[in-house]
Structures are given as C-alpha cells and as structure tokens.
C-alpha cells in the first residue's frame, strides 16, 4: 500500500526562499504539485531557484520581500495573491543569527535578530493571516478556506546553547507566537505548527562542519552526524496539508533526538 499526499491547486508562500532551507522546502512543496511564491531580498538567487522548479516541472514565482519592513511584507503578499492567488500555505522561514556570549550583546545585535525572527515572522504570519481569516469568514472571495501556517523555530527554542542565546531567545518567541496563533484562529480551520529543526547541513555553515569545532560538535549529537535538509521534506509536506486538519499549536522537533 502507498501513500502520497497532493497539493495540487493549493498556493504557498515561502520566506527565506533564497537558500538553505527555505530553497529545499519552496522544491519540495512544488514537488508535492503546489504553486509556490519564493521570496527573499535576493531577488537573483530566486530567479535561479525558480528556473530550477520549473525545469523539473513545478510552478514557481518570484516576490521580493523585507520581512523587517511590514510595508513590505504587505506589498509582497498583496503582489503574491494578485499573480498566483489567494496564498493557503505560509512557510515562515526567514530567520539570521549572530554568535556571541550574552555579555558582549549590543543592541543592535539584539534589533538584528529580533527584527528578523520574531518581529518579521509575526507580521509575515498576520498579513497571511488576516487573508486566510477573511477568506474563512465569507469577506473575501477563495476556493479554498482555512489554511496552514509553518513557523520555523528552532530546537535552540526548546534548549538553550552556548553563544547564541539571542537567537535562542528569539525562536522561544516563535513557539510562543505559534501557539497563541493557534489558539485564536484554529476555529477558522487555521492550522498554525512549528518545526524546531536541529542541526542541518547547508550552503551556510557547511563550511563549519570541516572545521574541529564543528567536529566537535558532531561527536557530542545523539548519533554523530548532522541532518539534511530533505530530512524535512515529509514533515513540511504533511503540515502543508489537509491531511494534517488534527495538527494545530504543534511544535515538533527534528533534531535527531538532540533536545531529549
């Protein structure tokens, strides 16, 4: 017996798109036969990711978004439902992070990472929101009504780590934000979930992965190895669809039992 879930006639909106792993879920929900709207400030390097989609025989756009700018973000969203249609999937994926010991914190270290990963996430998730509520309750036009959102925190967010407690600090936030969202728009078919990936190789810190700290990192993980970022591929594509309507406030780790 197989099983396979269809995304087909459902639109995603996926920030962060322009690598890692906000490029590896933009591939996998088009895989799944979703229309997916990349979005990024790095316009180019979408372009490229969406030449990829649609030679493999997906359907990607293309938005440019500023997530710590909300005029943006409104802009990008207006601009997405315009081209492709009313956005049913929001993968709110865009995060940074800076590594320094609590004491040598700035301010505008601190701005950096919350401005990004919980002040941008939460305006992201609301313009969605907003649409996918208006849709629910009859006030704006959409075949499909309800929808998924798909915060990315972070295992960080459930145990905290030396050097990056800023950014520890922020994607608790977004645990938190993802299961007050839950909780008040769940009632309108909503699904709100987090994902707290652990370590995952990519373009970004593949290089530390060489290195003896990062080596020794690896030998202090459950089973030595860090994961990939198709690792996530199953877990987004169920969370993204309607098969998941009993999935709502979760916040799921994939970590490779890091955080036991």
């Given at each position: 017996m197989s099983y396979s879930i269809d995304l087909s006639g459902r639109v995603a909106l996926v920030t962060g798109a322009s690598s890692g792993l906000g490029a590896q879920f933009a591939r996998t929900l088009a895989g799944a036969g979703a229309a997916v709207v990349l979005a990024s400030r790095r316009t180019e390097r979408l372009k490229e990711l969406r030449a990829q989609i649609e030679g493999e025989g997906g359907d990607a756009h293309v938005v440019?978004?500023?997530?710590?700018?909300?005029?943006?973000?409104?802009?990008?969203?207006?601009?997405?439902e315009t081209e492709v249609g009313s956005i049913d999937i929001l993968v709110n994926n865009s995060g940074v992070s800076t590594t320094q010991r609590l004491q040598d914190v700035q301010e505008e270290d601190f701005d950096f990472v919350f401005d990004t990963n919980v002040r941008g996430a939460f305006f992201v998730a609301q313009e969605v929101g907003?649409?996918?509520?208006?849709?629910?309750?009859?006030?704006?036009?959409?075949?499909?009504?309800?929808g998924r959102i798909i915060n990315i925190a972070?295992?960080?967010?459930?145990?905290?780590?030396?050097?990056?407690?800023?950014?520890?600090?922020?994607?608790?936030?977004?645990?938190?934000?993802?299961?007050?969202?839950?909780?008040?728009?769940?009632?309108?078919?909503?699904?709100?979930?987090?994902?707290?990936?652990?370590?995952?190789?990519?373009?970004?810190?593949?290089?530390?992965?060489?290195?003896e700290a990062g080596q020794k990192l690896v030998n202090m993980l459950p089973r030595k190895r860090v994961g990939k970022?198709?690792?996530?591929?199953?877990?987004?594509?169920?969370?993204?669809?309607?098969?998941?309507?009993?999935?709502?406030?979760?916040?799921?780790?994939?970590?490779?039992?890091f955080g036991i």
């Open positions: 440019q978004l500023d997530v710590t700018d909300v005029d943006s973000i409104k802009a990008a969203v207006a601009h997405a907003k649409r996918m509520l208006a849709r629910a309750k009859g006030a704006a036009p959409g075949t499909f009504t309800g972070s295992m960080a967010g459930l145990r905290t780590l030396p050097q990056i407690g800023v950014y520890a600090m922020s994607k608790a936030a977004v645990i938190h934000m993802t299961r007050a969202m839950a909780q008040e728009w769940g009632r309108y078919e909503i699904n709100v979930n987090a994902i707290c990936p652990g370590y995952i190789d990519t373009e970004i810190n593949h290089h530390h992965w060489q290195t970022p198709q690792d996530l591929d199953a877990l987004v594509v169920l969370l993204a669809s309607s098969e998941s309507h009993f999935v709502n406030g979760s916040v799921i780790a994939a970590d490779d039992g």
